[in-house]
């Protein structure tokens, strides 16, 4: 239920806000992402994390508090193998690009 209900209610929540700014800019070309269409976006993520919270804390049987905080101090050695591991995963991801679609690059 979890994994399938908060990018539901984010997608729900993308075509709720996306008819909202139809309305409100007229319906230009659907392709385009306008100011409006990005804060509606933003919105529908900012609003899907904030019932993420409560739906983790009731799935993990904890309260809210205690999903929010962190229990262990900072890192640094983690965060530089965080990063490294993202940078390869990017990396990756780019060059698999250009060689297999050179087009999408320029």
Same mark, same amino acid.
């Given at each position: ?14 075509? %709720?806000? +996306?008819? =909202? &700014? ?7 070309? /659907? ?5 409006? $269409? !990005? *804060? ?16 983790? %804390?009731? +799935?993990? =049987? &904890? ?7 962190? /229990? ?5 050695? $983690? !965060? *530089? ?16 690009? %250009? ?8």
């Amino acid at each position: 239920m979890v994994v399938i209900g908060l990018p539901l209610s984010m997608l729900l929540l993308q075509i %709720a806000l +996306f008819r =909202g &700014v139809a309305m409100i800019e007229g319906d230009q070309e /659907p392709d385009v992402l306008t100011p409006l $269409r !990005l *804060l509606a976006v933003n919105l529908s993520m900012g609003i899907t994390g904030l019932l993420a919270i409560p739906v983790a %804390a009731r +799935f993990a =049987g &904890v309260p809210w508090r205690r999903v929010l905080s962190f /229990p262990r101090r900072f890192d640094r050695g $983690r !965060l *530089l193998r965080y990063f490294g591991g993202a940078l390869v995963l990017v990396a990756g991801a780019d060059a698999a690009l %250009a060689v297999l679609a050179p087009e999408a690059t320029t």
